[in-house]
């Protein structure tokens, strides 16, 4: 909605990933975890200023006169919301640094041999998702559609489909060596594959038309035209990984024909007289 700037919302994410990460794998190797104080102030002035913006919004839409809803538009899009934020931001990387300071120890254990096949499991798996007990593909797949919320233009599909990708290659023969080869829970290859469904020049992806790429993109990952059930044969981190790519091609070149056909009728049809 263009309230917050994208970049400081990326980075407190992004530090709630990190230190959850941490946490679970601290555990996984049998050490405890330290937090600060100031850390959990931060949690507690984020929810508040979350709480506040979902307020200021929802007044902004109530039943009210105009006037007053336009002075709670201007607050929630204004220099102050911003400032906030970039205050929390800031305070968000602090916290950050205190909390790798205060876990030197997990993260030196995190550059071992189990350090690295811990971190293939993670993001092998897409963050865990890839150990849901039903359906491992298709969440994965979801899950990866939720970059959808911010509005991201197609060269961002494609470039975090391409890091997934490499992540892969590193990942799965870890996780591989670990839980069999192309096991379900490894569903690194369906996020790469539904973004890459997603990143289509000229097309603008709204929750409607990521639906119907997250369908095509599953019928044909199920389906395995050719050459996807060849290459769905065959062993190998690459294999797993060129399926699911060869799918999203499939699946975006579908996608996009069907929104340019869409659009081509929807404008044919305005300009016809009643």
């Known amino acids: 909605m263009n309230i917050l700037p994208f970049w400081m919302v990326l980075i407190v994410i992004m530090r709630d990933v990190l230190t959850t990460f941490l946490r679970l794998f601290a555990n996984e190797i049998k050490l405890s975890i330290k937090t600060s104080f100031s850390a959990k102030v931060k949690t507690f002035i984020q929810m508040v200023f979350i709480i506040c913006l979902l307020l200021l919004h929802f007044a902004s839409t109530a039943d009210i006169s105009h006037e007053l809803r336009h002075q709670i538009v201007m607050l929630l899009y204004s220099d102050y919301t911003d400032w906030v934020m970039s205050l929390l931001t800031a305070y968000t ?49 979801l899950a ?111 996608l996009f024909v069907l929104y340019w056909a869409y659009t081509f009728v929807y404008l044919v049809s305005r300009s016809l007289p009643n």
Do not use: Q
Request: proline share 6%; glycine share 8%; hydrophobic share 55%.
């Open 144 to 254: 990866a559609l939720l970059i959808v919320a911010f509005s991201p233009p197609w060269h961002v599909y494609l470039t975090i489909a391409i890091v997934a990708i490499l992540i892969g290659f590193w990942a799965i023969p870890s996780m591989e060596k670990r839980i069999g080869d192309d096991a379900p829970s490894i569903v690194i290859d369906e996020a790469a594959g539904m973004w890459l469904t997603l990143a289509l020049p000229s097309v603008t992806i709204s929750w409607f038309w990521a639906s119907i790429g997250f369908a095509l993109f599953r019928l044909f990952d199920i389906w395995k035209p050719y050459p996807i059930r060849l290459l769905n044969e065959k062993m190998g981190a690459l294999w797993v990984l060129a399926d699911d790519v060869v799918a999203g091609i499939y699946a975006g070149f579908c």
């Open 93 to 141: 990387v602090w916290t950050t640094i205190e909390y790798i300071r205060a876990n030197r120890e997990v993260i030196r254990r995190l550059f071992t041999n189990e350090g690295h096949d811990y971190s293939a499991l993670f993001l092998g798996s897409f963050f865990g998702v890839g150990f849901l007990p039903k359906a491992p593909g298709t969440f994965g797949s």
